[in-house]
């Protein structure tokens, strides 16, 4: 494991901060707020280990104020938390991962699998007759 711990790894579900209001997942409620007390998921745990792999899955489906929160870890290297704390992100590593072009890339090998597999599984007919309709299945489909 990257710095000697598996809870080094912080992996966030960008799924479920497609929401205006899940900024404060990631840094905290403001003042006056259920949670507050709690402070943020991410800032939280930044704050009490420094030295983090931050994974922001599937980044594509965060919402907009997300990816400003994220460009200010990526260009001055901290946050401000909903308690004022400056929080350092400069001992951590930042994955991105997404989806965006992987029927792209990946169509063009799916045609090429099926045209080849499609001669092999022909029975004969005498078989055909005797079996329902088939169909190669492939996860696009």
Same mark, same amino acid.
């Given at each position: 494991? /990257? ?5 080094? /790894? ?10 205006? +209001?899940?900024?404060s997942k ?8 259920? %949670? ?5 998921? /991410? $800032? ?5 280990r420094p030295?983090?792999? &931050? ?7 965060? +919402? ?13 290297? +901290?946050? $401000? ?10 001992? $951590? ?12 890339i990946l169509?063009? $090998?799916?045609?090429? &699998?099926? %045209?080849?597999?499609?001669? +092999? ?6 078989? *055909?007759? @005797?079996?329902?309709?088939? @169909? /190669?299945?492939? *996860?696009?489909?």
């Amino acid at each position: 494991f /990257l710095f000697n711990d598996e809870k080094a /790894l912080i992996r966030l579900d960008m799924s479920e901060y497609m929401e205006s +209001h899940s900024v404060s997942k990631i840094i905290g409620s403001p003042p006056g707020y259920i %949670g507050y007390e709690e402070g943020g998921q /991410l $800032t939280e745990k930044i704050r009490k280990r420094p030295y983090a792999v &931050v994974l922001f899955d599937e980044i594509e489906k965060a +919402h907009p104020q997300i990816f400003n929160i994220l460009l200010q870890i990526l260009d001055e290297g +901290h946050i $401000t938390d909903a308690k004022g704390r400056k929080i350092n992100f400069k001992n $951590t590593i930042i994955i991105l991962t997404s989806n965006i072009g992987s029927r792209e890339i990946l169509e063009p $090998t799916r045609r090429t &699998v099926k %045209g080849r597999l499609r001669p +092999h599984l022909l029975l004969q007919p005498e078989h *055909q007759s @005797r079996l329902p309709p088939r @169909r /190669l299945l492939f *996860q696009e489909d």
